[in-house]
């Protein structure tokens, strides 16, 4: 009998030894459900290959050639990652809709004597609930933001907060991105629907009772889309706000960008896009601060003339109400773990 997922906490709590997932690889890195192993039984090539030949050619001959596939494919996985699964192993099978694939894959493991059971509408069916966890329902537990200008080592903060038992949601970790021109990670961001299914992981771990941090943001992280019930929540949020001087904020930059700042191609072609906003000759100053390596004078020059401003804006637009402020002098590791102390105590008035 199909397993059928009911919420987003059920189907992570599915109870099998094995989440198994049969679509080809470029299915499975697009998005797949949190913890699932990718065994497929076709790989991107023969996929594409099999439906050209049901669309085109005859359905008959795609099944069984696909059946080919399968069986060569599935005995690679025998010998492979199921070579030492024991007689009580219990995997849950999926592929896209619960059809073929994961039905003959999990076929072929019940011939072996194990207990294998498919997931009703396969991956399909997970994304319903993420969808609806994500566009349907409100947030489910009060939001915080974090606030303040570039620099202020937010994401630094967030982080010694959820040591400290904190609940919080990285959305810059989850969109691996650093949410601004120059916040490119390597490897480059997860596609919208991964983004999606990790957010909604998170937000089904969160105690609704507590209120849940995070950072102040746009409506997008570099090329990512927050869903509209969480930026409609952050944007109604109270904020704490962390200030810190101009050259505390360059130094912390100069070392968090150090990637960026190392690559000195990188650095001036983002500089390049800054072009229109601003004058000429101040995009002249900048380069040739990144040619020379003054990178921490580099980011005062833009946090001055490009980010602060731009942030104060937005502020004006979209704030909430500031329920505190923390003030620090310096950025340097003692002084997060103090700033987050801080910022602890405000939220305990809020039951966090």
């Not at 294998?116 to 009060?142: I, N």
């Not at 967030?158 to 989850?174: F, N, P, S």
């Not at 629907?193 to 943001?217: C, H, M, N, S, Y």
């Not at 040619?291 to 833009?302: C, K, N, S």
Request: glycine share 8%.
């Amino acid at each position: 009998m199909p397993v059928k997922l009911e919420s987003v906490p059920h189907a992570l709590a599915h109870g099998f030894d094995a989440l198994i997932d049969v679509r080809a690889p470029a299915e499975f890195a697009e998005d797949h459900i949190p913890g699932a192993v990718n065994l497929p039984v076709l790989d991107d090539a023969e996929r594409a290959r099999v439906g050209t030949i049901y669309t085109q050619e005859s359905p008959f001959r795609a099944r069984r050639i696909g059946a080919a596939l399968v069986a060569r494919n599935a005995a690679r996985h025998l010998d492979g990652f199921l070579a030492e699964k024991g007689p009580r192993f219990r995997p849950l099978v999926h592929c896209w809709r619960g059809g073929q694939r994961s039905g003959a894959f999990a076929t072929i493991l019940r011939q072996v004597g194990w207990q294998v059971e498919t997931v009703e509408g396969g991956y399909r069916s997970w994304r319903r609930l993420v969808k609806a966890a994500l566009y349907d329902a409100p947030f489910p537990a009060p939001v915080v933001l974090i606030d303040g200008n570039t620099g202020t080592a937010k994401t630094q903060i967030l982080a010694a907060l959820r040591a400290r038992g904190v609940q919080v949601i990285d959305l810059e970790g989850l969109a691996r991105h650093r949410g601004s021109l120059f916040g490119e990670l390597p490897g480059g961001q997860p596609a919208q629907k991964g983004f999606e299914t990790a957010l909604a992981a998170q937000i089904a771990a969160l105690d609704p009772a507590r209120p849940v941090l995070v950072e102040a943001e746009s409506s997008k992280v570099g090329a990512i889309n927050l869903p509209p019930m969480l930026w409609r929540a952050m944007r109604a949020a109270p904020r704490i706000e962390i200030s810190a001087p101009l050259e505390s904020r360059a130094r912390y930059l100069a070392a968090a960008y150090g990637d960026i700042a190392a690559d000195r191609a990188l650095l001036e072609g983002v500089i390049a896009q800054l072009r229109p906003y601003h004058p000429a000759e101040r995009i002249v100053e900048w380069q040739t601060l990144a040619a020379a390596g003054e990178t921490e004078r580099l980011a005062a020059e833009l946090m001055t003339h490009h980010y602060d401003p731009r942030y104060a804006k937005a502020r004006a637009r979209d704030a909430g109400t500031t329920m505190a402020r923390v003030a620090a002098a310096r950025l340097d590791a003692a002084a997060l773990e103090e700033i987050a102390a801080a910022v602890e105590g405000h939220l305990r008035k809020l039951g966090a």
